[in-house]
């Protein structure tokens, strides 16, 4: 995926996210544009994920609607009893226009055309456009097709970065593979202080956590 995509793609899961934020705090995009001091056009374009938010705008934002900003570097949206993925409709709207846009970068990495690919596929070369502008969702067999047409293997065309469905796959995977005494320790919700704590002791640097077992040393003896 190229970088223009790959921004295209974060700015629509931004917007996602903040309509969501806005929604959950009973803001109105009026309410939201004033406070930034943003036309309000703006702010519905930014929604829309048409247009780039700033990080001082987002800051603001998050002040504004009383979530951390943090929320937003992720793909998860609010819930009372926690996150939620992004809805099935926009989730498959963002992958076409991703496998699309994959499509074409290796259409015209090859130097094949349009054309081409329509008579390989034998559809009307406009359906390749729609194809490659995530217009149309792509079947599979057909991605099948052009894939291997192209020189390209299929699982080029699967988002592993954004995508919350394969990242929730990797993960439950990941954790099938631990032994069964630590799965139970770690999906055991009155061990998350226990696991955060982990994690934040994991990302210190080496001196920091010499200084703490040498302390602990001296507590113990």
């Known amino acids: 995926m190229s970088s223009?995509?790959?921004?295209?793609?974060?700015n629509r899961i931004l917007g996602v996210l903040i309509r969501d934020a806005r929604l959950a705090a009973g803001k109105s995009q009026g309410d939201c544009s004033a406070f930034l001091g943003i036309p309000t056009g703006r702010f519905s374009d930014i929604e829309r994920g048409a247009r780039p938010i700033s990080l001082?705008?987002?800051?603001?934002?998050?002040?504004?609607?009383?979530?951390p900003?943090?929320?937003?570097?992720?793909?998860?949206?609010?819930?009372?009893a926690g996150g939620q993925q992004l809805p099935m409709d926009e989730l498959l709207t963002l992958r076409n226009r991703v496998v699309g846009a994959l499509l074409r970068t290796a259409r015209l990495a090859l130097g094949r055309t349009q054309h081409e690919c329509g008579r390989k596929l034998r559809v009307p070369v406009s359906r390749i456009s729609t194809y490659e502008y995530g217009q149309t969702a792509i079947p599979l067999t057909e991605l099948e097709v052009l894939a291997e047409f192209l020189q390209t293997p299929l699982d080029t065309f699967l988002d592993h970065e954004y995508n919350p469905i394969h990242k929730r796959m990797r993960q439950t995977r990941?954790?099938?593979?631990l032994p069964e005494d630590v799965q139970a320790f770690?999906?055991?919700?009155?061990n998350t202080d226990y696991l955060q704590t982990s994690i934040r002791l994991s990302k210190m640097p080496a001196e920091e956590l010499r200084g703490i077992a040498e302390a602990l040393l001296e507590i113990t003896y």
């Not at 900003?69 to 009372?80: A, S």
């Not at 990941?174 to 593979?177: G, I, K, N, P, T």
């Not at 770690?186 to 009155?190: A, K, Q, R």
């Open 69 to 80: 900003v943090e929320h937003f570097f992720g793909d998860r949206m609010l819930e009372d």
């Open 174 to 177: 990941a954790l099938e593979h």
């Open 186 to 190: 770690v999906v055991d919700p009155l």
């Open 56 to 67: 001082p705008e987002l800051e603001g934002f998050a002040h504004l609607v009383d979530v």
């Open 4 to 10: 223009k995509e790959r921004l295209l793609l974060r």
